[in-house]
């Protein structure tokens, strides 16, 4: 199940696991990433926590928590690779997966319609 935050966040919730990353429209307005820093597998964080930090040609911007949880893995390769978030954010372009604490905080994101609402 595909869901989104105001923050310009997506998530792929499968079961009590979430994949995490930014989307097509965040990157876009960032331009070409530069530097990911990622969570520590292991760590947990709350809901609208800051998770990790991205660095682009144009600015340094926060990626947050979605839900809150546990780090279960971390997507190594756009560390070495930082452009895979600009050439596949929905794809290769993931940055973590956490195990979903709250279930219930899903229903407080937005659907793909809501957010193609949202950036209009």
Do not use: C
């Amino acid at each position: 199940m595909l869901k989104f935050t105001k923050e310009h966040e997506w998530l792929n919730v499968e079961g009590d696991l979430a994949t995490v990353g930014i989307t097509a429209h965040a990157q876009e307005q960032l331009g070409d990433l530069v530097f990911v820093e990622l969570p520590e597998v292991g760590r947990s964080f709350e809901k609208g926590g800051v998770a990790a930090v991205i660095e682009s040609v144009k600015a340094a911007s926060d990626v947050y928590a979605p839900v809150s949880g546990e780090i279960t893995e971390v997507n190594q390769d756009i560390i070495k690779e930082p452009g895979l978030v600009n050439s596949d954010p929905m794809g290769k372009g993931w940055f973590f997966k956490i195990k979903i604490a709250d279930p219930s905080q899903i229903e407080g994101l937005l659907s793909e319609s809501s957010y193609r609402q949202l950036i209009g």
